[in-house]
């Protein structure tokens, strides 16, 4: 496992917000040996980059990055009737040039890459509502439209973490704040493991 947190910070994509990108390695650290993340919303990769990176050289993990940014033009045009249902015209609006031109696919692959995450880090040009994961989830990381209906759909990915495993809500809107107390009110297992922060670190306790 690769410890040394400047293999994140030394990136510009991570350097925004460092003390926050520090805080997601740490916590990828806590796993030992997993066999896959999932990330929703990667934008351009920093996330991925602080999660993926202490098992950058374990063959056999795997960090699934979902962002319909990711997604082609065709792709863009089949998608109308998804953005009235889970009110996403509004973010898909601002983000529409730079998805369809490939912007973002571009820069992801090329900050990902620079990391030596290439081999490890999957990206998904698609809907997260219309992606199906078998699991286990190690860590779910869920930064994606944050309306409330959006934020729900993406907590179904949180059934496939085991005992033991993360879940991260990253930013605290409106939207997002009230699925997730929707959602961990509903599911006691989870605790909250950072309270410095204010986004949602949560870990599923493990069986007594």
């Known amino acids: 496992m690769i410890t040394d947190v400047s293999e994140v910070t030394r990136h510009a994509c991570c350097r925004g917000r460092p003390d926050y990108f520090e805080r997601l390695f740490e916590i990828s650290c ?18 991925a980059i602080a999660l993926a990176t202490p098992h950058r050289e374990d063959p056999e993990f795997r ?52 990391a030596g995450l290439e081999l490890i880090v999957i990206p998904i040009g698609e809907y997260s509502i219309k992606v199906h994961m078998l699991g286990p989830l190690d860590l779910v990381y869920i930064d994606g439209t944050h309306t409330y209906q959006a934020v729900k759909e993406d907590l179904r990915f949180l059934h496939l973490v085991p005992p033991g495993g993360f879940a991260v809500l990253d930013d605290w809107g409106a939207g997002v704040r009230r699925a997730a107390l929707s959602y961990f009110r509903a599911y006691r297992e989870w605790e909250r493991v950072d309270d410095k922060h204010p986004e949602w670190f949560m870990r599923k306790r493990r069986s007594r």
Request: negative net charge; charged residues 25%.
């Open 30 to 47: 806590e796993l030992e040996s997993p066999k896959a993340f999932l990330e929703v919303g990667s934008a351009i990769g920093g996330s």
């Open 63 to 114: 960090m699934y990055c979902i962002d319909c940014l990711f997604m082609s033009g065709e792709q863009w045009e089949e998608c109308g009737a998804l953005h009235s249902r889970y009110k996403l015209g509004r973010n898909l609006a601002m983000d529409a040039g730079t998805a369809r031109d490939g912007t973002n696919r571009r820069y992801f692959r090329e900050n990902t890459e620079a």
